[in-house]
């Protein structure tokens, strides 16, 4: 996976305010690495993790390569100090418990980094991941904080995604644009269907859920996930217990159908082989639609059943299970 994110850290840093790392101008984030030794295997894995922010654009400053023999230990600890760095903790048991012991290195930077904290309760400077931590045990000073998780390789990918795009401060979820004040200068009238035809009222910023959409409104659109990972579902009656779904939304680039997509497991490590070159695929209960949007990333859309009821008027339903990869890979072998 290092190769495919090398990619992502290129992509990511290429977005900094319109720059590339070969303009003169940037400036990559900086990063100190702050550990506990609590093994060799544990020492290893803290290595490999530098090298792959390194390899994604983040400066990082990690004793293994910055701290040479007879070096002054104490000077390269107070780098964790230096409001220029975001420090990177990895919480391990052992680390939780030199750090409410100020003992050794660990409580040294442990003391530098709690005074900070507290004078700037809402600073995000120091950002916690856990490791070899089964308990989720957190040091004092880092009480309250949210972390991401590594623990699990099942959650880690998802995590480091995250971790590097706060670092290069490129949210997966960025806010939504304030809305206007259905109130204001409008009739009650006008007011309710603002109300009723808010386009929020048809999205899911999630990356995963389960939704009941009645596609015979808002033109048959819904959206899926947020931000660079946006999808629009377009959708319309194709019959009784089918739906087409087009390509047409301007999220979009490519769409493809799977039939009985539950049956097929094993083809789910890259739904991308699927035919995507028709604008339109139909699909109907049991069967999965995929979509690839503009920024690359891929997302599946598991058909759970398609039906007509009564409301006001005849409305047409369609409920769906989706899951939105958003490590911009065509794998949902372990997602589904």
Not at 64 to 76: A, D, Q, S
Not at 225 to 253: H, M, W
């Amino acid at each position: 996976m290092v190769a495919s994110w090398s990619g992502v850290g290129v992509q990511l840093l290429s977005k900094l305010s319109g720059m590339t790392m070969q303009d003169e101008a940037y400036q990559p984030p900086k990063v100190f690495m702050s550990y506990s030794h609590d093994s060799k295997e544990h020492r290893d894995w803290v290595l490999q993790f530098a090298r792959r922010l390194v390899s994604n654009g983040v400066d990082v400053v990690l004793d293994r390569w910055n701290l040479e023999i007879g070096g002054n230990l104490t000077k390269f600890m107070e780098q964790a100090g230096d409001e220029d760095y975001k420090v990177v903790v990895v919480v391990s048991e052992a680390y939780t418990a030199k750090a409410d012991d100020r003992t050794g290195g660990t409580g040294y930077e442990t003391q530098m980094l709690s005074g900070q904290l507290f004078r700037d309760l809402d600073s995000d400077r120091v950002l916690p991941i856990l490791r070899n931590n089964p308990d989720a045990k957190m040091p004092q000073f880092l009480s309250g904080r949210l972390w991401e998780d590594f623990r699990n390789s099942d959650v880690s990918e998802g995590s480091y995604e995250e971790l590097l795009r706060q670092l290069h401060s490129l949210p997966v979820e960025a806010a939504p644009a304030l809305g206007p004040n259905p109130f204001a200068g409008t009739t009650e009238i006008e007011a309710r269907q603002l109300i009723r035809n808010s386009p929020e009222r048809w999205h899911r910023p999630e990356m995963s859920g389960d939704v009941e959409f009645v596609y015979s409104q808002n033109s048959g659109q819904y959206r899926l996930g947020s931000g660079e990972c946006q999808f629009t579902l377009d959708v319309s009656e194709r019959s009784a217990r089918k739906v087409y779904a087009l390509n047409d939304p301007r999220d979009i680039r490519r769409i493809a159908v799977i039939n009985d997509w539950a049956d097929r497991r094993d083809l789910l490590a890259d739904v991308s082989q699927f035919d995507t070159s028709s604008r339109i695929v139909d699909a109907g209960p049991g069967d999965a639609i995929v979509l690839n949007n503009t920024k690359g990333y891929w997302a599946v859309v598991c058909v759970k059943d398609i039906f007509t009821r009564q409301g006001l008027n005849r409305e047409r339903v369609i409920t769906f299970r989706y899951i939105i990869n958003t490590m911009r890979a065509a794998d949902f072998g372990e997602l589904i």
